[in-house]
């Protein structure tokens, strides 16, 4: 390979990335390791030692890790065969329904987790019928532990490799599989030799991703754990102790478990390049023509997207029952259209929509240029300390939500240019500054894949065919990334429009955002209502999917044919 | 093929712009329309807020009252983090001690309502810091559509009763005021009795033998004990019979008979308060006679002001007989922290081992 080309933009564009990521990534969490440091105004490692003395502690930090595992392992099994069944073979409903099996990460906060306990949990759907069914004086399961955060982790967290792999594919070299095959390879080992390999940038985002995602989530050992004790838990519970020390360290731990298993996941990705070399072909769509298996493949995919809708499916249900009386029924006895006259009798209404609307569009657009510009720099220009910016990236991945939110509030809480803090508390900034943060690893690491997949010898080429450096980002560099680009992007766009956990620490009344309406309702005992805007919200992320794919899906097909 | 590539491009950048548009149109184009914000900070729900902030509006039509709703640790949280640029006026609504908290790190202003005189010494800050609104009486709540009232608990020993093992369901006491402060009373009391507090943690690890489960919210809580997933838990009595009352659930309560904790809630201007001299005024509003009696009568809410005519309240506040436990809320406020972090590392789902 050629010695990358270097210009004076990609030294400004290093620097700005350097500097940004700097000030806002790093800037906010050492301040978070240095005050783990300190005790009573001096340096310790006290808190430490307290940490690894404590059986709740240890125990604590093994069941993070090992959920967080098996998250990873489950959600892929579920994500990579829907990708490949959704984007590799054609029966009656496909794009709809592979539109549709994106939807589950975009669960509504709170009530999104409640639903599955009125479907899963004790006194649930399922719950009660089979025990109807079975004629039971106890109910059969309880949905609680560790099992029940693995199932809720693999339902929510799936989509990752969904997304991931899906662009992974569109950008798949089929003429290397073809070739495989000609020269023999069977279609298992053309599979496991050639297909996955160039899948491997997806696989790697994907499972760091999920593994970062389980080790900060908050909500689902918090309603369904049952009393297991995770850092993310026990981290919440020392801040509301007014033992912040405990929870830095806590934080610190947390953040340094997924930081190792980033590294680790760099390790491989370092080792194992697979490029294509040529533009490619995209492979064909098989379609699927036996009638049987037409059948087959149309109704696993149904069987499976339907499955995976029930909890949205749940909150409809819950948004038209009559709160308070859906008590020892399977099914809600009474239905009502009160939930939602009540929300739209509210004059404020529309108030928390439009501001996360334009919370998360502000947020993403930002993420969409930052991670093009960044991802360029790692992967194509191969500038100095890329391994830093990388990492630096994902930080905020490493860290939950809430964290970020307080380190963020506490950075920026006051004008002190010398120090680099600026007063952002209680404006209507500090906010989308923080879903930027928050989202900028998704984004990057899905521009980052793309840019692994294609080889820089096709931008070579349209440089010493003449092409201007512009011409050659515009025509040959944008179109390959796009796929994925606008992948990462959506994923940020519709996370940022139901974020609660970081939302709740540093929203203010100018910028409420939906997920802080939806806790209003819910502290009202207006379950219902709670439920009827989760149901709006849905519909909100279902339109921007629906709107996305019909303008924004074809730019992907456009660019490879 | 080049054609159709440029043509998806161009709905790309069609669909950027589109998206940056969004993102640039003017931010929170003024809800307020020119009058001048309130911005109240309060624990007590939209629908009394809602009925609040219309009624003060319509005195004071040059005003917009602005507030948010959200539990009272996160007030605080919120006020502090605020404390170098704060946004709200008012902060209404909070357990007295965490009134107390704020006056220490210096989070409010003094002001001395024309009603000074009407609430008893404890329920109010000796500086002016703050005023006690309401009383809030902790109960013992049950589904009463699974349990009889002579079935229910009657005082606090009972529910360490063999049976109630497994029916009994609890708001995650760290995350809660409410209980957080039952649990600390608890404790408290057999400090008091014993001179020690290991007895009242005794207590607590045989309450955790029988406790199902701690859920994450109250509507959560509810919501459980409703399905009868389990059958007692205890709360603050306002709530109980809000929600009977208003949204029928199944849900009632026991006033325990050896004495409860009775917590008063409060107000206080904010210091740095953009908007005081308004700010007074909604002070002086929200904690009117006639206010007073609206939020008896319509939102269960007891007052703390003692001047308030007892025909006037409604029947449920003069019919209970409510027997406080003695509590010193100082030692309760210094000693809180420790004892959760104790409770929660030592007791929490521990007690059945």
Known sequence: MSSPVRRPFTTAFHALILVLLLWLVLYPNAYILVQSFIGAGALTFAHYIEFFGSASEREALWNSLWISGWSVVLSGLIGVPLAFLFYRFDFPGRKVFAALASLPVLLPPLVGVISFLFLYGESGILSRSLQRWFGLREPLFSFRGAGAILFVHAYTMYVYFYMFVSAGLKRLDYTLVEAARSLGASSSRAFLRVTLPQLAPSLVGASLLTFMTSMASFSAPYIFGGGIRVLSLQIYNSKLNGDLEMAMVETVILASSSILVLLLLQRYEGTSKYRSTTKGARQPVTLVSHPLKRLLAGGAGIVTVAFLLLPHLTLFLISFAKDGTWTMEILPPRYTIENYARLLSDSSFLEPILNSLQMAALATSANFVFALVAAYLIVRQQVRGRALLGSLILLPWALPGTVLGLSLASTFNQNSLWQGRILLVGTYWLLPLAYFIRHMPVVVRAVQASFEQFDPALEEAARSLGGTWIYSVRRVVLPMVLPGALAGSLLAFVTALGEFVTSIVIYTIHNRPISIEILAQLRQFNFGSAAAYSVFLIFLIGATFVVSQKYLSDIGDGAVS | ?353
């Open chain 2, 1 to 353: 093929m080049m054609q159709r590539s440029c043509l998806c491009l161009n709905r790309f950048w069609a669909a950027a712009l589109l998206v940056s548009g969004l993102a640039l149109q003017p931010s929170c184009s003024g809800s307020g329309g020119g009058k001048l914000p309130l911005i109240v900070y309060s624990t007590h729900g939209k629908e009394l807020l809602g009925e609040f902030e219309a009624g003060f509006e319509l005195a004071n039509p040059a005003v917009d009252v602005r507030w948010l709703d959200m539990g009272s640790q996160d007030v605080l949280d919120r006020v502090r983090s605020e404390r170098e640029n704060p946004q709200a006026d008012v902060w209404w609504g909070a357990p007295s001690i965490l009134f107390q908290q704020a006056e220490k790190e210096r989070l409010l202003q003094p002001y001395r309502p024309t009603w000074s005189g009407e609430v008893a010494a404890e329920a109010r800050s000796a500086n002016d810091f703050w005023y006690g609104t309401y009383e809030t009486p902790e109960v013992i709540a049950y589904n009463s559509a699974a349990l009889k009232p002579e079935e229910a608990p009657r005082d606090w020993d009972d529910l360490l009763d063999a049976k109630w093992q497994n029916k009994i369901i609890l708001r995650d006491p760290l995350a809660s005021g409410t209980m957080r402060t039952i649990f600390c009373a608890l404790i408290l009391r057999s400090h008091q009795t014993t001179g020690t507090v290991e007895a009242g943690f005794q207590w607590l690890r045989k309450l955790d033998a029988n406790t199902k489960d701690y859920v994450a919210n109250l509507t959560l809580l509810s919501q459980k004990l409703a399905r009868q997933e389990g059958l007692v838990t205890v709360w603050n009595m306002p709530d109980i019979v809000l929600q009977h009352t208003q949204y029928q659930y199944p849900l009632d309560y026991v006033i325990p008979s050896s004495g409860t904790p009775v917590v008063t809630d409060g107000i206080a201007l904010l210091n740095g308060a953009a908007h005081a001299d308004t700010a007074r005024r909604f002070y002086e509003y929200v904690t009117s006679k006639e206010s007073t009696l609206l939020a008896a009568n319509k939102f269960y809410r007891i007052p703390c002001r003692r001047d308030i005519p007892r025909q006037e309240l409604p029947v449920w506040i003069r019919q209970t007989t409510i027997r406080t436990m003695p509590l010193d809320w100082k030692v309760l406020e210094e000693k809180s922290n420790e004892w959760m972090k104790r409770w929660d590392s030592q007791i929490r789902n521990r007690g059945k081992s």
